[in-house]
C-alpha cells in the first residue's frame, strides 16, 4: 500500500512539472508575439521613426543630402571635412514639424528645424502591411540646407603684384573678378601708359568667416585697414631721384606758365619749354595746338611764387611721377591774384635724360 502511495505522488510531481513548463513555454510565446506586435506597431509611429531618425543623424549625413546646396559652395577653398565640421557645430538640437500641406495618409513631409530656422527637410513612407496588418514607416526622402552658413560676398582689392588667400588657402587668378585698376595718384594717366596696377579678388560661396591675409611681393603679412592708401605701395623715390625730379619739376613749372599765362611771345615761350618734354610726345603736340589760342589770353603775365614737392614716386624702370604744389599770381585787369594750383608731372627716361611725358592739373 505505501509504495502504491508513492508511485502516485512521483506521477503527481511529474504532471505538475510539465504543467509548468508548457505554462512557461506558452507565456514565453505569447510574451514573444506580444513583444513582436509592441515594436511592430512602435514602428507603425511616425513620430517613433522621425525621433531615432533625428538621434542618429550626423554631419556627414546632412552634408551628403544636401547636394544642391554644396554644389553651391567654392569647394576649392574648404573640404568636405571642413564643410561637415561647420555644419555639425551649428547645428544642434533638431526639431520637427508635420507639413501638412504635403502630406497624405501614405506619406508625410516634416521639416528640421534647428531653433527656429530651418535647416532641411524630411519624408517618411508607409510601407507594406505586415502580419499583423500594421504598417512601418521609413525615411524615403531627406534634403538639407544651410544658407545662414554662407558668409557675404567678400571682394578685396590689392596690388596686381600682391598675393591674397582665404585662411591659409592660396586664391589664383580664377578669383580676380576686376583688373587693370589704376592707383588713385595715377587715375590721370590711365591708359596713356604702362603703370602699376590693382586688382579685385570676390570670394562667395564660402561657410563661416572669410578672413583675406595679403601679403607684399616679399611675402610679408599687409595689416589691411576699412580704407586702404594702396598710393603707398608706390616705390617712393630715392633722395638722389627725388633731388634730380624736383629740380627738372619746378623748371618745367616756369616755363609752363610763362607759356600758358602771357600772349607775349607765344612762339618763344613754348620752344623753351619744348626742350623739356619728350620730343613728338602727346603732350608736346597737345600744347603746341594750344598756341594759336594763347594769342588771346587775358593775363598780362603770370609767376611762381612758391613752388614745393608733395611726393615722387617710381612707376616704371624708365618713368617717375612728381606731385607738386605752386602758388600762381596773375596779373590780370585788376591787379595780382594769387592762386594755388597742383600738378602731376610724368618723366620719362629718354637718350636725352628725362623729359616731361604728361601732365594732369588738380
Not at 506580444?34 to 513620430?47: H, K
Not at 525621433?51 to 573640404?79: C, K, R
Request: aromatic share 10%; hydrophobic share 40%.
Amino acid at each position: 500500500m505505501a509504495k502504491k502511495n508513492k508511485t502516485h505522488k512521483h506521477r503527481f510531481l511529474r504532471g505538475m512539472v510539465i504543467y509548468a513548463v508548457v505554462f512557461l513555454l506558452v507565456l514565453a510565446v505569447g510574451l514573444a508575439v506580444f513583444w513582436d506586435f509592441m515594436a511592430s506597431y512602435e514602428r507603425s509611429r511616425p513620430q517613433n521613426t522621425l525621433d531615432a531618425y533625428v538621434e542618429q543623424l550626423t554631419a556627414e549625413d546632412m552634408v551628403d543630402h544636401a547636394a544642391e546646396f554644396v554644389f553651391g559652395l567654392d569647394n576649392n577653398l574648404q573640404s568636405y571635412e571642413d564643410i561637415c565640421r561647420i555644419v555639425g557645430a551649428s547645428v544642434t538640437e533638431l526639431s520637427y514639424a508635420k507639413k501638412t500641406s504635403e502630406s497624405t495618409g501614405e506619406r508625410q513631409v516634416y521639416v528640421l528645424r534647428c531653433g527656429s530656422r530651418e535647416v532641411g527637410q524630411v519624408a517618411i513612407t508607409a510601407g507594406e502591411p505586415d502580419k499583423y496588418g500594421v504598417r512601418a514607416w521609413a525615411v524615403t526622402e531627406e534634403k538639407f540646407h544651410f544658407p545662414h552658413l554662407v558668409a557675404p560676398e567678400m571682394t578685396v582689392t590689392i596690388p596686381a603684384e600682391f598675393a591674397v588667400s582665404v585662411n591659409g588657402m592660396p586664391l589664383d587668378a580664377s578669383y580676380i573678378c576686376e583688373e587693370n585698376i589704376p592707383y588713385p595718384a595715377l587715375e590721370d594717366f590711365s591708359g596713356q601708359f604702362a603703370m602699376p596696377e590693382l586688382v579685385t579678388y570676390r570670394v562667395e560661396g564660402y561657410l563661416g568667416q572669410c578672413d583675406f591675409a595679403v601679403t607684399d611681393p616679399s611675402g610679408q603679412r599687409v595689416t589691411m585697414t576699412e580704407n586702404m592708401d594702396w598710393n603707398e605701395a608706390i616705390r617712393i623715390c630715392t633722395a638722389e631721384e627725388e633731388g634730380e625730379l624736383a629740380e627738372l619739376s619746378e623748371e618745367f613749372i616756369e616755363k609752363y606758365v610763362a607759356f600758358t599765362g602771357s600772349k607775349k611771345n607765344v612762339q618763344g615761350n613754348y620752344s623753351r619749354l619744348a626742350k623739356l618734354m619728350v620730343t613728338g610726345g602727346d603732350l608736346a603736340k597737345r600744347l603746341a595746338n594750344a598756341i594759336d589760342g594763347l594769342q588771346y589770353a587775358q593775363s598780362n603775365g603770370d609767376s611762381v611764387v612758391e613752388f614745393q614737392v608733395n611726393q615722387c614716386v617710381t612707376i616704371s624702370e624708365e618713368r617717375y611721377m612728381c606731385d607738386v604744389t605752386y602758388l600762381l599770381r596773375t596779373i590780370g585787369k585788376k591787379g595780382a591774384v594769387d592762386t594755388v594750383n597742383n600738378m602731376k608731372i610724368v618723366f620719362l627716361q629718354t637718350d636725352k635724360g628725362l623729359k616731361v611725358e604728361a601732365i594732369a592739373s588738380y
